[in-house]
């Protein structure tokens, strides 16, 4: 549902009902409030999954300034210690904050103490705004505290894997969407919020994709909500297609496929529509092409021929094939033979 799932009062009854039914649940928290209790119930009827624990920052300072909640720090290391104290598995991420920057080497530091860590954590920085589109004020906070593309490459490249998962990834899926607008799994599957609404995805609440699976039958043409959901109402959001002039002549012809976070989601975060470009993220994923040798300096992304691209990419994917990476522009400087 998004927030904080430990603050509520049900949260037990939610949990055993649906493990019992045979569910993994995968648990995203601050820790905070495990209480002995909790830890108990977790080692008695294990997740099934490792509890992904969000971390706001390395010391009781940097901490309580990134929540500015007064004993957050000694809350969070003792929800820490109970799940080790039941050897309930867990995994840590960072969500990279003005308070907390300078403690990132501590904080891959910590992880790796962590026997369930068995790759480099994850980062949160690029926040999005609020999918309710209810607070303006709150939305220009959240964009003050996003990283610049610059820092954003910086924190991604020190995943000693980074170029490596790039290229299996560019070997296979990057390329223009097209005028698709759902390039991705949404819908595929279905997402259902605390409220009894079906969403294509957690992100995305424009009134046009949201079904209350309280309706009734009269009301979906005869049959249940959720078989109308999954197989007419989704289906046919699916098929949509973009009319934003300026998304029809940037994001449906950009290759940079993966690296962009541009998504009927991520629009309707920013903009109120499903289909306007979100020039961050743009930004965002430029920086990384630059870094990574797709694009020059003053090049843009959709404005290179198929050709082109795609001999970019060959060339990348190849290189890390092989074993010998190509050296990377200065700064992105030109685009190396």
């Known amino acids: 549902t998004g927030g904080e799932p430990l603050l509520r009062e049900d949260f037990e009854d939610l949990y055993v009902f649906a493990r019992r039914l045979g569910m993994y649940v995968i648990l995203f928290t601050n820790a905070r409030h495990i209480t002995p ?54 995994v840590v991420k960072m969500s990279v904050l003005p308070p907390n920057r300078h403690e990132i080497d501590e904080f891959e530091a910590f992880a790796a103490t962590l026997p369930t860590m068995k790759e480099m954590p994850g980062y949160t920085m690029n926040f999005d705004l609020r999918a309710r589109r209810d607070d303006p004020v709150k939305n220009t906070h959240i964009k003050h505290l996003r990283l610049t593309p610059d820092e954003t490459v910086s924190i991604l490249a020190r995943d000693p894997d980074y170029e490596k998962h790039i290229a299996e990834f560019a070997g296979k899926f990057m390329g223009p969407p097209g005028e698709r607008l759902f390039d991705c799994g949404a819908g595929q599957g279905i997402c259902i919020d605390a409220y009894g609404k079906a969403q294509m995805c957690l992100l995305l609440r424009h009134p046009e994709t949201v079904v209350d699976l309280r309706k009734n039958r009269a009301e979906t043409g005869g049959c249940t909500p959720l078989r109308y959901v999954l197989t007419e109402f989704f289906p046919r959001l699916r098929e949509r297609r973009a009319t934003n002039p300026d998304y029809l002549r940037r994001c449906s012809r950009c290759f940079l496929k993966g690296l962009c976070e541009q998504c009927p989601a991520k629009s309707w975060m920013e903009h109120g529509t499903l289909d306007t470009p979100v020039e961050y993220l ?46 990377r522009p200065e700064s992105g400087e030109g685009i190396p033979d």
């Open 37 to 90: 209790e909790l830890a108990r119930l977790f080692a008695r009827i294990p997740p099934g999954r490792p509890v992904e624990v969000t971390v706001f920052g390395m010391h009781a300072e940097s901490y309580v300034r990134a929540t500015a909640s007064p004993g957050a720090f000694v809350e969070f290391q003792r929800g820490i210690e109970l799940l080790r104290l039941k050897n309930i598995p867990f």
């Open 282 to 327: 743009c930004q965002v994923a430029h920086g990384q092409a630059r870094y990574l040798g797709f694009v020059a300096r003053d090049e843009n992304a959709w404005e290179l021929e198929p050709d082109e691209w795609r001999r970019r990419l060959d060339r990348f994917v190849s290189a890390h094939q092989s074993g010998r990476p190509g050296k």
